[in-house]
């Protein structure tokens, strides 16, 4: 079993700086592929990014390419996502999620762990 509690969302304006974080329960955090998704108004859930268990490998969407970066500490039992230069078009529920299964997130989305979600704004 895994509990994740993600942190670090609010309101920031264009082209400001969020670092979110998601902090896992257990023992086995580093055998856990862990990434992160988002939820606007209206819009179904996407995915953002993700990292693979060592922290050496990364995956993101298109969309936030170049201004988000996805890490992880499996001392520490986090992984977090930096989001720069923001955009109003990233403002979401962002969620933290994890599976032993690269594919459950990048492909299926149904990832086995989700976390409760945090909410960035993004003002123009």
């Known amino acids: 079993q895994v509990q994740l509690v993600e942190s670090g969302g609010g309101l920031v304006q264009t082209g400001g700086s969020l670092r979110l974080s998601c902090a896992a329960s257990?023992?086995?955090?580093?055998?856990?592929?862990m990434g992160w998704f988002r939820q606007a108004p209206g819009k179904e859930r996407e995915f953002v990014a993700v990292?693979?268990?060592?922290?050496?490998?990364?995956y993101y969407a298109n969309s936030v390419k170049g201004r988000f970066t996805i890490s992880r500490d499996n001392a520490k039992n986090t992984a977090s996502l930096q989001m720069d230069s923001l955009r109003p078009e990233d403002t979401a529920v962002y969620y933290c999620?994890?599976?032993?299964?690269?594919?459950?997130?990048?492909?299926?989305?149904?990832?086995?762990?989700w976390g409760q979600g945090t909410q960035v704004t993004v003002s123009s």
């Open positions: 999620a994890a599976d032993r299964a690269l594919v459950a997130i990048t492909t299926y989305m149904r990832p086995h762990y």
């Open positions: 257990g023992r086995t955090f580093s055998t856990y592929v």
């Open positions: 990292v693979n268990p060592s922290g050496g490998s990364t």
